[in-house]
């Protein structure tokens, strides 16, 4: 541990040296980094290749990557297929990633998963979401204080680091009653530096990737896994804002110490927070940053926000209620999670025979359902490579079920992507109503497709306040 501190120089130093568990690193051969190898192509968008794989070899695809089949999926019908109405014969997989989530409910299958899913499960009701909506401001406006000074120096930004450090804010104030007890841009960093080493592994190309930082090592990677496993406990130590009873840490720490469920220990408990603080802030922090890209190059989108904002709540701050008449802003992320899905492909392992278009599923496939593939089908999506949130604003009538899975389908769909979408639409709000961000980066920007669909180098902006 020391070493991990030593190499993070400073800011290491502000992780609590609490280690519980510490993970080996994952496997090389894992599908989500082996993927990365079929979409080498256009290397600014590595989704290319999939497409054309899919128009000119059909729905269902059935490759040998090494020594494992793995089977394609690019039809809304087949996702419901594995998602719904087979659902069970089609697990989790999360190899590779283990060191990331541990045995978090995101990993979980069946009955042990229900068990864990089902205490948290109330934490993101909708209901609770009108008390959630006063912490998401606080954070918001401790962002926009420090926008307020990039604005003044002028100075240029990595806006997905500026967005995810929001998005954990917003997290560990609202859900667990904590100011965050870390440095978000050098934790999320360690996660990052895992996934591209993992990925660099898998596909023997370690300078491939040299402007996303060729020079880590599998070293740096075990340290950085290292400072993610403290992460958690310096949540869980840190002192409550408020002392609030209904919130997620409390559901977890009551279930924690409740004998009935002995499946869900205090270790238990480390991995589920460190699943919220991936899945629960990077996606989030990837559309809001796309969201702000794509206004940037569409001003009148821009404009239509601030009126909204203007009529809807005017001075004061948005509440609930104001939330369900943010449509247009609403419509903006969700045209946003269409065209960059954060998650843009789910994996799953197929448990049994089975039959998907004709084509043998045998067990142990895995089975990946092509997200990105359908939110850009020109069958599904008119025009799909525009940008139009008003395609929103009539609600989701007419559209094929199952061709958008943003936060996935089925019983294993997201927890918390009803909650993002309040996160995300009262913080594109209030952000552009105070501020005009300018897009400096490549056009368009390059992205790349490991397990979340990610900017290359980031999106680099600079602020202007509005008068
Ligand atoms: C834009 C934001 C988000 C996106 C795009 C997103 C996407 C997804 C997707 C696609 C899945 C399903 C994966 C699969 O079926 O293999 C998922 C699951 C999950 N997400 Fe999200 N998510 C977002 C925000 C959040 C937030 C805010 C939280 C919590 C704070 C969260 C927590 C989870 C959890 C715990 C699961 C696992 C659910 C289960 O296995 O039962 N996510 N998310």
Known sequence: MEAAIEWLGDEGMTIQQNLGHTQGLGEANSIWFKLSALSKGNPDNPMQTLQMMADRYGPVIAVNIADQRVVFLTEPEHFKHVLVTKADDYIKYFDGLKPVFGKSMITNDGVLWQKIRMPQQPAFHPDMFAEYIPYFLQAIRTKMDLWSKLAETGESFEMVEQTWTLAADMICKALFD????????????????????????????????????????????????????????????????????RTLLKMIEAVVADPSVPEFDAEQAIDELKQYLWAGTETTALTLAWALYLTSKNPEAADRIRKEGETVYGDREPTAADYSALAYTRAVIQETMRIYPPIWGLIRVATKDDVIGGKEVKPGDRVVLFAYGAHHNPKFWPEPEEFRPERWMGGTKGQVKYSYLPFGGGKRSCIGGAMSQVENTLALSMLLRRFRPEYLGKEPPGFSGTVTLTPKGGLKFRIRELS
């Open 178 to 245: 904590r100011d965050m007890p870390f440095n978000p841009h050098f934790v999320f960093k360690c996660v990052k530096t895992y996934t591209d080493v993992m990925e660099h592994k898998a596909i023997r190309m370690r300078v491939l990737h040299g402007e996303d930082g060729g020079n880590i090592t599998e070293e740096n990677a075990a340290k950085a896994m290292e400072i993610w496993a403290s992460v958690p406990p310096a949540v869980f130590a840190q002192n409550p804002n408020e002392d609030r009873q």
